[in-house]
């Protein structure tokens, strides 16, 4: 299915950390947190197609995983990593039921900050078009278009917050 991809970017800097009451950021746990990741990316985005072995892929980046916990529940988690030139977003899922509350904002934080200290100058994420909530969100975040390109490969049953 095709679909339109908008490619952002941002310095990486300048990100204050948000802080949501009630719930911890903080780096991903393999022990604790492997096995809950698919559960939220299915809840996030409405379907499941997360591998089990996420983590192993070329280039994970351990460091690069934060989680938002509440109540021993885990409530969103995000994936960033280095690349050559920039930082990426890989990932940013909040399950429906803590959206709006800044958790995606903060996970977001974390990893600008990350990357940041890795010693990249620019973070990138990309969000389809027809996502107008993560698209804003992520603009809220000082992220601005650098492109916008056919995705040919996109999951055809998306979902309104991809």
Same mark, same amino acid.
């Given at each position: 299915?095709?679909?339109?991809?908008?490619?952002?970017?941002?310095?990486?800097? +300048?990100?204050?950390?948000?802080?949501?009451?009630?719930?911890?950021?903080?780096?991903?746990?393999?022990?604790?947190?492997?096995?809950?990741?698919?559960?939220?990316?299915?809840?996030?985005?409405?379907?499941?197609?997360?591998?089990?072995?996420?983590?192993?892929?070329? +280039? *994970?980046?351990? +460091? +690069?995983? *934060?989680?938002?916990?509440?109540?021993?529940?885990?409530?969103?988690?995000?994936?960033?990593?280095?690349?050559?030139?920039d930082g990426y977003l890989s990932v940013v899922a909040v399950v429906p039921?803590?959206r709006r509350r800044g958790i995606a904002s903060a996970l977001v934080a974390?990893?600008?900050?990350?990357?940041?200290?890795?010693?990249?100058?620019?973070?990138?994420?990309?969000?389809?078009?027809?996502?107008?909530?993560?698209?804003?969100a992520y603009r809220s975040l000082g992220f601005t278009t650098y492109d916008?390109?056919?995705?040919?490969?996109?999951?055809?049953?998306?979902?309104?917050?991809?």
């Open positions: 299915m095709r679909r339109t991809l908008v490619r952002m970017e941002r310095p990486a800097d +300048g990100v204050e950390a948000a802080v949501v009451p009630g719930v911890e950021i903080r780096p991903w746990r393999r022990s604790d947190d492997h096995p809950r990741i698919p559960g939220v990316y299915a809840a996030a985005f409405g379907h499941d197609p997360w591998p089990d072995d996420w983590d192993r892929f070329e +280039g *994970f980046d351990p +460091g +690069g995983v *934060f989680v938002a916990e509440e109540r021993g529940a885990l409530a969103g988690f995000c994936i960033c990593f280095p690349r050559a030139d039921q803590a974390a990893a600008v900050e990350r990357l940041a200290s890795l010693g990249r100058e620019v973070v990138r994420i990309d969000a389809y078009q027809d996502a107008p909530a993560a698209v804003g916008v390109v056919a995705d040919d490969d996109a999951d055809p049953r998306g979902s309104a917050e991809e």
